[in-house]
């Protein structure tokens, strides 16, 4: 019998009704449709989103335990289609923070085994990303990493570590380009310098 539990365990322990509720729900939604609604509907499933937030599709969101309570979303902020929360740790975005399409927001890792699996033990840390910052398509955040407020993450980057404030990064691994300047002139000449870095890769 206690491997039947055992068993049950292992296949339910992601299953959340209020979401899966939710997602049936914004299915009738097109993609480019229906963003207030979503997140309403969102918050009313429990999660914690601020006012003016608007998300266009519908994220995808695993994890156990207390679902609603790993993701906290400020005011404000854009997300846009297929973005991807691992809570299997926290994941943090405050105000007026921008997400571009397949962002990856991984919380959920995996220590160093032996030779016949190196997949070892699970580990889980939060992620934060600050406020105003902007992460571009398919750029990929990893366990434990915080983004300062201000920063622009390059398409396609991969960040494995903490991002200060007021920051362009981009590659894989994501490294610092410059510090983000204030005038529109010197802003322009940042972004060219960000796309040059997205298509070196």
């Not at 622009?152 to 894989?172: E, F, S």
């Amino acid at each position: 019998m206690s491997d039947l539990k055992k068993l049950w365990i292992e296949e339910t322990h992601g299953f959340h009704l209020r979401w899966l509720l939710a997602r049936g729900v914004l299915s009738v939604f097109p993609i480019h449709t229906g963003s207030r609604v979503r997140v309403a509907l969102m918050r009313a499933v429990g999660f914690k989103i601020g006012h003016g937030t608007l998300m266009w599709g519908s994220p995808t969101v695993t994890g156990d335990g207390d679902l609603y309570k790993k993701l906290e979303i400020g005011e404000y902020c854009w997300i846009n289609v297929g973005a991807f929360f691992d809570l299997g740790a926290k994941v943090t975005l405050e105000d007026r923070v921008s997400v571009a399409h397949q962002v990856m927001f991984m919380t959920t890792s995996h220590d160093i085994g032996s030779a016949d699996r190196r997949a070892g033990p699970l580990t889980f840390k939060p992620i934060t990303i600050g406020a105003g910052t902007w992460v571009g398509a398919r750029v990929s955040i990893l366990p434990g990493v915080t983004i300062g407020p201000g920063c622009l993450i390059a398409t396609g980057a991969v960040v494995t570590r903490d991002v200060p404030p007021n920051t362009i990064m981009g590659g894989v691994p994501a490294k610092p380009i410059r510090q983000m300047p204030m005038d529109s002139g010197e802003r322009k000449a940042v972004l060219r310098d960000a796309e040059h870095v997205a298509t070196q890769r």
